[in-house]
């Protein structure tokens, strides 16, 4: 996301979070992801809920946001994105969506985002993932 984190509101914040979920087919995984209770999961999906700045879930929600909008980039379109999730990667030793389930796989994976954004460097043709 391009606007500090200061000036995200949190409805946008969840806003981009729940689209980013639903593009990429995270929803279903996305309360283990946060680290949140399902029933809060529920609340923010229906909207009775958002986000809060000040809580653990803020952070990794604004790095699935940017996960979302770079991968996009980087692959062309949302279902390049979903498959690249999906396929195990050498580099990561499993498929993203798996890592993206525990802190250390996460770290993992925004790591690897993160150096192939500020090296230019390409994501190798699917098969060589």
Not at 27 to 48: K, N
Not at 49 to 72: G, H, K, M, N, Y
Not at 90 to 118: I, N
């Amino acid at each position: 996301m391009n606007a500090p984190l200061a000036t995200i509101s949190p409805a946008t914040l969840t806003k981009a979070l729940l689209r980013a979920a639903d593009v990429l087919h995270l929803a279903q995984d996305l309360p283990t992801i946060l680290g949140v209770e399902a029933q809060h999961w529920t609340r923010l999906r229906s909207g009775a809920e958002t986000l809060q700045p000040d809580s653990e879930e803020w952070a990794i929600a604004v790095r699935i946001a940017s996960l979302f909008r770079s991968l996009v980039t980087m692959l062309g379109t949302a279902e390049s994105a979903r498959e690249w999730l999906d396929m195990p990667h050498r580099t990561l030793g499993s498929s993203p969506r798996e890592l993206l389930r525990t802190d250390a796989g996460r770290d993992r994976v925004f790591g690897y985002l993160d150096a192939v954004q500020k090296y230019e460097i390409k994501l190798p043709p699917r098969s060589q993932h």
